[in-house]
């Protein structure tokens, strides 16, 4: 894993170049991982020409940092005591290197941070590295792909078995739990972001936090989860009936949601604007007299971090990339009644090599639970 | 409550008077809450000499948001499409009602969002806020303390019944999962902290993140956890022994870290130097032969944050306050043997009224379970 973390930082070292920088400071969490393969909490890197330290709190560490000193590695570590900003010590080592522009995060830095990182870098000249790491980060070589893809088998797992269980009487926080307990079973680190059960009149409703809502018959109910897995996590959502038989207006419903997820899937290809997958979900609901409130993008980029770029949104122009893996996840919510919502994590891929993967692969049908 | 809420506000347009700003954008979470009793995602609160508005995003509303919505308080809510940033929207509208001077938590917002803001809010100028909000936090009301006394009961319910199940075999994960469904089970709105449960060589270390390792026969147990309870959430650490009977080395450490947390505990007194508890906890260690590493802190405050002002360490010079809760919750850590932590958390009380209050009530002795 080294060589892939040493290729990393020398595609950062020429974006730096093109900036007029000759050294970076990363600090956003995703970043230093993608970077290092390590993510010690609150930890800072510095990357100049010729080296890159790595600058944590200095505490017992955490398995990632013990595993990133076993490394063969070039990355220096510096530990920095408690209280004092890893962000400054490394600046401060920046200047000591002598290095003349020091590109920083600003997207990242807050103000008062930013301040005390330009004053420890001095006489070095503060820049905006702004999201290049970011836009490194969008294309993932086929072993960030692996982790997708055992993190999407985590979930659906924990998803099947929760299927075959009793849900009836069972409130929302409880499932939601079960179904982090079962990722984690299934060799997940933890929930990539709090498991989402929503039942009855909260199905539907994106990032639904749980209640104490018991799950009843006849309620739609929608399920959002991922795993976490070596920092990667996909995401899934589906929505179920629970009873024997779905009313004909959930039977409706979901069949709408349905034909307009697969329509966004089907617009992912390399080379399409990334908006196009949102104005496909779109045309489908708006044609079926869903017009969906305020316009939210129906799908993001996705790897160490949950969300992140591209956006899939109205007006995203931005061309998709093989190898970017994309959630498609549409859904319509009904004040009072509920609503289904469905996602996806894919990856695209050109049609020469079966086109769109889909990594999460439960279901989409309308059981009745 | 909305006077509650109304009577903050009051007292931070004081402070912003003496900033010499007309205006205040108050962007972190805990402050927001603080000052309407609501926290949707991503929300930013201006405050006026004469208004309040409350920046959200435009989303199905968590529950809090429904909450403000039915109170009749003062606070305006304005909705933000997605993609668009309620801190930058909530500048706007200060520009729009003639603020001059817009005081901002520099210490919060990023390089990226605060250029942003000041922007939308010209011909407005910036200030910084500082932590304002974060000092007005520091004392608490009796309805706070409350909130804190339920938290810890629910903490304390929690490990009492993990006290008396069996556990030996279990691996460190499940019990901090088991650990967070308790308390959920009891009402708690969630974990305050990820719950970490170290054992063995784990044991002591501060922050464990749980593991797949099992617990044995003879391991120390150190168990941390806080329950979140309408926003509050107070924190407890504790170091049993698995068995029928401790080791003597298990029994002398334990002792030693024990003395160690009750001189800092005593030390707590209105107008006493926060870094006094620091001072005798380390006292204690130290003439029993433990200098632990790096000087971290022993306690820190507590309430919407579960680390907020003040920091109880080496040199903090300021003084304690009457209702301020705190943590005290030294530990040692033998490297490959494990170690010790015990942690409480406390409200500052005078002599008078009984002295440091007690929430966290378990028990710390060396239970042998």
């Known amino acids: 894993m080294a060589d892939v973390h040493t290729a990393r930082r020398e595609r950062l070292r020429e974006r730096c170049g093109a900036l007029g920088a000759d050294a970076a400071l990363v600090t956003r ?20 020409r010729d080296r890159a330290v790595l600058a944590v709190p200095e505490e017992p560490l955490p398995d ?14 510096l530990e920095v005591p408690p209280g004092a900003d890893p962000a400054v010590a490394a600046a401060s080592t920046a200047a000591r290197h002598r290095v003349e522009v020091l590109a920083m995060e600003e997207h990242e830095l807050t103000v008062a941070r930013h301040r005390a990182v330009v004053e420890a870098a001095a006489p070095a000249r503060p820049a905006d590295l702004d999201r290049a790491v970011e836009q490194l980060r969008l294309v993932k070589d086929e072993e960030e792909i692996t982790g997708l893809r055992i993190s999407a088998e985590i979930a659906d797992q924990a998803l099947g078995e929760l299927l075959e269980s009793i849900l009836v009487g069972r409130t929302e926080r409880h499932l939601a739990m079960e179904l982090e307990r079962r990722m984690v079973d299934h060799g997940a680190d933890c929930a990539a972001y709090p498991v989402s059960i929503a039942t009855g009149s909260h199905a539907g409703l994106v990032g639904h936090v749980p209640t104490d809502r018991r799950v009843e018959e006849g309620d739609f109910l929608t399920v959002a989860l991922g795993a976490r897995y070596r920092g990667y996590g996909a995401s899934v ?32 290809q390399p080379g399409t604007p990334c ?12 044609s079926a007299g869903y017009a969906e409130g305020p316009p939210r993008p ?11 770029e591209p956006r899939l949104g109205p007006g995203d122009m931005g061309k998709l990339d093989a190898r970017v893996p994309v959630t498609v996840g549409p859904g319509v919510h009904l004040p009072g009644r509920g609503g289904v919502r469905i996602e996806d994590t894919l990856v695209v891929r050109p049609l020469g090599e079966g086109g769109p993967e889909l990594l999460t692969i439960t279901t989409k049908e309308l059981l009745a639970l």
Chains 1, 2 share one sequence.
């Open 298 to 308: 129906v799908g993001h980029g996705i790897g160490l971090e949950i969300e992140e």
């Open 64 to 77: 990632a940092a013990e595993q990133l000193l076993q490394q063969p590695d070039e990355v220096q570590r």
């Open 275 to 286: 908006g196009e997958a949102d104005r496909a979900v779109r045309e489908v609901l708006q």
């Open 237 to 268: 959502a589906r929505t179920f009936v629970i009873g024997t038989a779905p009313a004909q207006w959930q039977i409706d419903l979901h069949a709408v949601v349905f034909a307009a997820q697969r329509a966004g899937r089907e617009a992912l």
């Open 29 to 48: 969490p995703a970043n230093v991982r993608y970077l290092t393969g390590a993510e010690p909490d609150g930890s800072a890197l510095l990357l100049t």
